[in-house]
């Protein structure tokens, strides 16, 4: 499954349908793992519902404390409700300014999406405290959780795309056995693809969502993501666009390092 929009008719989770009650519901995403994200309600009453199945193995109270946190420093959603049930979690919302930077307006738009992105994700870095942060997303935890993922046989190198497909499963865990030294450490996004930035009127980043492995790390672990996923999301040819509007200069080597650590797991 790719995250999306959804494109087949979506069965409301109870939780999501008590939270809407008689207001308009509509489903405006869904995840990798079967999450579903809707909308609820109408201009400035409008709130967001995200919920995920238990069977993918997500608690969204770590998104809750991720985004409790941050939204003291920089543009977040905050929390109005949360809980969960034998059906999964969910947690409520309120909406930000903007739309996500890959609605038909801004995906039409590439150049301006990604410069919002590039100068989003600065900001966002900037914003954040490394030396207050609780938070980690480091190369060690996400290099064992790899380890422990490719021993239970959650791995599959056919999910993975398709530059580390031929590198096989010993030779992928191999390559990330030595990290590049860290450039700069940052409290990282943790999800930096394009659909989480949302871009207001006037083209400029007005927020951040899905928060939920928000830690500090090094700043290529979001910009390695972020620019790849200008090739998904728009096509070939904006990721220098990206890293211009952030304010750095390519670095093959980390980018190739952080592209494959993300291919093995979160």
């Known amino acids: 499954m790719q995250a999306g929009p959804p494109q087949a008719e979506i069965q409301v989770p109870a939780p999501v349908a008590e939270v809407?009650?008689?207001?308009?519901?509509?489903?405006?995403?869904?995840?990798?793992?079967?999450?579903?994200?809707?909308?609820?309600?109408?201009?400035?009453?409008?709130?967001?519902?995200?919920?995920?199945?238990?069977?993918?193995?997500?608690?969204?109270?770590?998104?809750?404390?991720?985004?409790?946190?941050?939204?003291?420093?920089?543009?977040?959603?905050?929390?109005?409700?949360?809980?969960?049930?034998?059906?999964?979690?969910?947690?409520?919302?309120?909406?930000?300014?903007?739309?996500?930077?890959?609605?038909?307006?801004?995906?039409?738009?590439?150049?301006?999406?990604?410069?919002?992105?590039?100068?989003?994700?600065?900001?966002?870095h900037d914003a954040l405290p490394v030396d207050a942060c609780p938070f980690s997303w480091s190369v060690e935890q996400r290099r064992a959780g790899a380890g422990r993922r490719a021993a239970s046989g959650d791995l599959d190198p056919a999910r993975w795309h398709r530059v580390h497909q031929p590198l096989g499963m010993e030779r992928a865990l191999e390559a990330l056995a030595e990290a590049p030294p860290i450039d700069l450490l940052v409290v990282c996004h943790g999800d930096s693809c394009a659909p989480?930035?949302?871009?207001?009127?006037?083209?400029?980043?007005?927020?951040?969502?899905?928060?939920?492995?928000l830690g500090v790390a090094d700043r290529w672990a979001d910009l390695a993501v972020a620019t790849w996923s200008t090739e998904w999301n728009y096509g070939p040819g904006f990721e220098a666009g990206l890293l211009a509007a952030y304010g750095i200069a390519p670095d093959p080597e980390r980018i190739r390092y952080y592209r494959l650590l993300w291919d093995l797991g979160p």
Not at 196 to 213: K, W
């Open 20 to 124: 809407a009650g008689r207001r308009p519901l509509r489903a405006v995403w869904e995840s990798e793992v079967g999450g579903l994200t809707f909308e609820v309600g109408t201009r400035d009453e409008r709130c967001f519902v995200k919920w995920v199945p238990a069977s993918s193995g997500i608690d969204l109270s770590a998104e809750v404390t991720r985004l409790g946190w941050a939204a003291a420093f920089t543009a977040v959603p905050a929390v109005l409700d949360h809980g969960s049930d034998g059906t999964g979690t969910w947690m409520v919302t309120a909406a930000l300014p903007g739309e996500n930077a890959v609605t038909d307006r801004w995906r039409a738009d590439p150049a301006r999406a990604v410069a919002a992105i590039g100068q989003g994700l600065r900001a966002l």
């Open 196 to 213: 989480n930035t949302l871009i207001a009127e006037d083209g400029r980043c007005s927020g951040h969502v899905d928060l939920g492995a």
